[in-house]
């Protein structure tokens, strides 16, 4: 399912496939990202979608502008290959998290651009 935007810039980036989680909390939709523990809301799917990509592009924003993206990623359990050419790696739910997050909420994967 396509969800995220790629990030634009004219610096190299490097396509990665996030998992994210939409589940209804109360009278609102959530969109929850575990691999940035990064989330949104909105009164419906398509608005949580809309401002968790809103959220995205300003995490990476103010990391790039801060120099901390690669120190963040690499705390939240990412894994960084340099060689033979850069490659970032998220962390993934494991089977229980994956069937307990079908049960419970909608589950869909979306690629997004990452600034190396």
Do not use: Q
């Given at each position: 399912?396509?969800?995220l935007n790629s990030f634009k810039r004219e610096d190299n980036?490097?396509?990665v496939t996030l998992e994210v989680m939409?589940?209804?909390?109360?009278?609102?939709?959530?969109?929850?990202?575990?691999?940035?523990?990064l989330s949104a809301y909105g009164d419906n799917n398509k608005t949580a979608k809309s401002e968790f990509k809103a959220a995205l592009t300003?995490?990476?924003?103010?990391?790039?502008?801060?120099g901390t993206l690669e120190k963040e990623l690499l705390s939240?359990?990412?894994a960084l290959q340099k060689v033979p050419e850069a490659k970032y790696e998220p962390p993934r739910l494991n089977?229980?998290?994956?069937?307990?997050?079908?049960?419970?909420?909608?589950?869909?994967?979306?690629?997004?651009?990452?600034?190396?």
């Open positions: 399912m396509k969800f980036t490097i396509t939409l589940y209804e909390e109360g009278d609102y939709s959530v969109a929850y990202c575990p691999a940035l523990e300003i995490f990476i924003e103010e990391t790039m502008v801060r939240l359990g990412w089977m229980e998290e994956l069937l307990a997050a079908k049960h419970h909420s909608k589950l869909f994967t979306g690629n997004v651009a990452i600034p190396v």
